[in-house]
């Protein structure tokens, strides 16, 4: 059978083409998958309700099923549908914080209703429930008239799509639609947050900042960085595995408290690295682009200044992808403050590392890989 060749359909995102619109909200309900444009990443979408369609997300992902979806929806009238309760039902927090940040960039973690099949969940009693802010996602979903749940667009382990391009790239040949909407402003996934707990436990760093979540609630959240030490943190959520957003170059990651000293000692690895031979790509803070050139590196991805964590965030999947097609064989990065999106930055490197990261603040220790 010849292989199925995916059909790029371009929108405006600032006056999304009602007919086209129409056509793939029906290709959904009709139980196909469309890949489209959210503000944080692109998502593979089928029809939340469908347990068909969702299977062949996992199919065209190589995901395994134990993975949990996020069911987006159009407006909150469809909360209802996804978790079985309205939204005056629901604890008043998920009310604070649902009117402070949807539509926009954040997960909550809620009761599951029963129109939606254990596929989406992997069997959990818990739904992931996100509103975005994208306006091609949020029309698209209303055209279907069903919520959609969708994972990134990528193959299972690979970095997360913020162009068309970049899903075509991964699933191209296994999947019929992908919308075409310009790239994705956040860059990175959005926040989940866990709200069937107390107090609420952050379980994914994203585009809603803690310190905001805080603020809106009025109490501290709950929060375990990561590591490859924490395993009964990983059990919280299921899909949040460690070789996730993996380049394929190997990636170095220099951390510590002194984020200036991290991005000297990058310097100086490019510089070692180049010596020996290694075709070395960076991703680079623009002040250091120069010095990275100098140092001998064949390929630098701009992620912009250290204090824009925006622009970095925006610029950093791309940059790992762009990396990768110049066929480097190690990409290079120092650390960010680990404040406001520099968390969701640092939660990332981290894990496309595989959750190993090279610490600068100790010398005597600097030269070997340590857990991070
Ligand atoms: O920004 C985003 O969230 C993007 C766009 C497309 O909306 N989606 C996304 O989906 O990043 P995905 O599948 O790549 O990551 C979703 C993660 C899962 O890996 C899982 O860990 C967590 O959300 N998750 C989903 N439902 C959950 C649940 N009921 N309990 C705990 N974690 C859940
Ligand atoms: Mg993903």
């Known amino acids: 059978m010849p292989k199925q060749q995916a059909v790029i359909i371009p929108i405006d995102a ?12 029906a290709a959904i309900l009709a139980g196909a998958l469309v890949a489209f444009p959210t503000e944080t990443v692109y998502g593979l979408g089928a029809d939340a309700t469908n347990a068909d369609a969702v299977a062949a997300i996992f199919t065209a992902k190589e995901r395994p099923n134990t993975d949990p979806l996020i069911v987006h929806i159009a407006d909150i009238s469809q909360l209802s549908l996804v978790t079985g309760h309205t939204l005056a039902e629901l604890p008043e927090n ?23 099949p254990n596929g989406v969940t992997a069997g959990l009693t818990t739904v992931g429930v996100r509103l975005p802010a994208h306006p091609i996602a949020r029309a698209l979903i209303a055209a279907a008239g069903v919520p959609i749940a969708a994972p990134s667009a990528n193959r299972f382990g690979h970095t997360s799509p913020t162009t068309a391009a970049h899903v075509f790239a991964d699933l191209g040949d296994r999947i019929p639609w992908i919308i075409d909407g310009g790239p994705s402003q956040v860059g990175i996934e959005s926040t989940i947050l ?46 949040l595995l460690l070789s996730h957003y993996a380049p394929r170059a190997r990636l170095l990651v220099f951390e510590g408290a002194d984020i200036a000293a991290t991005w000297e000692r990058a310097v100086s690895e490019v510089a070692a690295l180049a010596v020996r031979g ?81 610490s600068v603040d100790a010398p005597a220790a600097s030269d070997e890989a340590r857990e991070a």
């Not at 604070?96 to 939606?116: E, M």
């Not at 107390?198 to 310190?211: A, D, F, Q, S």
């Not at 990065?333 to 640092?346: E, T, Y």
């Open 14 to 25: 600032a006056h999304p083409d009602q007919t086209r619109i129409s056509k793939l909200g």
């Open 194 to 239: 866990d709200m069937t707990v107390t107090p609420p436990r952050l379980l994914r760093p994203g585009g809603v900042l803690l310190e905001e979540i805080e603020a809106a609630l009025g109490m501290p959240v709950a929060y375990q960085e990561r590591s490859v030490t924490s395993a009964a943190a990983t059990a919280q959520a299921p899909g």
């Open 278 to 358: 290694e075709r070395v790509g960076v991703l680079s803070l623009d002040t250091l682009a120069g010095r990275f050139r100098t140092a001998g590196a064949i390929a630098i991805a701009p992620l912009g200044t250290g204090d824009n964590t925006a622009s970095v965030a925006h610029q950093l999947f791309a940059g790992l992808r762009a990396l990768d097609d110049a066929e480097v064989s190690t990409i290079v990065c120092g650390a960010f403050d680990p404040m406001g999106l520099g968390l969701a930055i640092r939660d990332r490197l981290w894990r496309a590392a595989g959750g190993v990261v090279i």
């Open 94 to 116: 998920v009310a604070k914080l649902v009117t402070r940040f949807w539509p926009g960039p954040l997960t909550l973690v809620l009761p599951r209703g029963p129109a939606i």
